[in-house]
């Protein structure tokens, strides 16, 4: 009976298999990118972003309703376009990456709230917030995977310099070019947004920084080892993708909302058992 609870709707249902191959796909390059964003302390920079990718889904949605590729390029616009000032603004003031994301990342995030009023029907657009099993299809999945595919690409390519930027990026800066520093950061970032943007379909833009952080804090409260923390995030990413995916399909529950409380739950239960 447990077996046919666990399986059966992966094996009768082709909606529930592209979720699950997504979510697995997308717990190992959002462990990297979290893991990061972790290390680089800029967590909240992260979920900066995820608000500001809203206005251009949003715009790409009213252009085109059926088009991921028309809201994924929007998405992309606009997060690399909050980066990019970001990252200038930091570079020529006094301001703190952080601040210079938080001076912009609420404004992007209220023009992407008020562009959803322009659609008539507002209840199409909840998925975009909060994700949708059902809108994953054979075209996401392809996406997805060109997304993930390039994210490791990149990290297997400047996983060194990456490390090096971190942790100390003075010693960066003193062995290289003074452009080198900003081109690693900028790349960073590019990964986060693409990151963000595949992430939506399934999670929503709201949620999509959860599955981005939550594993990897709870991986950081069992080791300090990096390699270990990057496995321990991909295990608990899967885990609660899996489980959540149970419960949105038997409780009719939004999946985003659900995979990031249960992530929510193993972190405050490896803080405590740590």
């Not at 390059?29 to 500001?52: P, V």
């Not at 970032?189 to 939506?200: D, E, K, M, R, T």
Request: glycine fraction near 6%; charge should be neutral; aromatic fraction near 14%.
């Amino acid at each position: 009976m447990l077996v046919h609870l666990l399986l059966d709707p992966f094996l009768y249902h082709g909606f529930m298999c592209r979720a699950m191959v997504v979510c697995f796909a997308l717990s190992l390059s959002t462990a990297l990118i979290g893991s990061f964003l972790l290390l680089r302390r800029m967590s909240l920079i992260g979920d900066a972003l995820s608000h500001a990718i809203l206005p251009g889904v949003v715009i790409g949605y009213l252009f085109n309703s059926t088009s991921l590729m028309a809201m994924s390029l929007g998405g992309i616009s606009f997060g690399l376009l909050v980066a990019i000032i970001s990252v200038w603004v930091s570079s020529k003031s006094s301001l703190k990456e952080d601040a210079s994301f938080s001076g912009l990342y609420s404004g992007s995030l209220a023009f992407g709230v008020l562009l959803m009023f322009f659609n008539e029907n507002h209840i199409d657009l909840l998925h975009i917030l909060f994700g949708s099993v059902m809108s994953i299809d054979s075209y996401s999945i392809k996406y997805i995977g060109v997304v993930v595919s390039f994210t490791l690409i990149i990290f297997s390519l400047f996983y060194r310099a990456l490390i090096i930027e971190a942790f100390d990026a003075d010693f960066l800066m003193d062995k290289t070019t003074v452009w080198y520093p900003q081109l690693i950061q900028v790349l960073f970032l590019g990964l986060v947004v693409l990151n963000l943007v595949a992430s939506f379909q399934v999670i929503g833009t709201l949620m999509a920084i959860g599955l981005m952080m939550l594993p990897v804090l709870s991986a950081r409260c069992w080791t300090t080892s990096l390699s270990k923390m990057l496995l321990f995030s991909v295990c608990i990413s899967c885990l609660c993708s899996y489980c959540g995916l149970m419960l949105s399909f038997y409780m009719s529950l939004p999946i985003g909302p659900v995979i990031v409380l249960l992530a929510n739950i193993v972190f405050f239960l490896s803080v405590f058992f740590n």
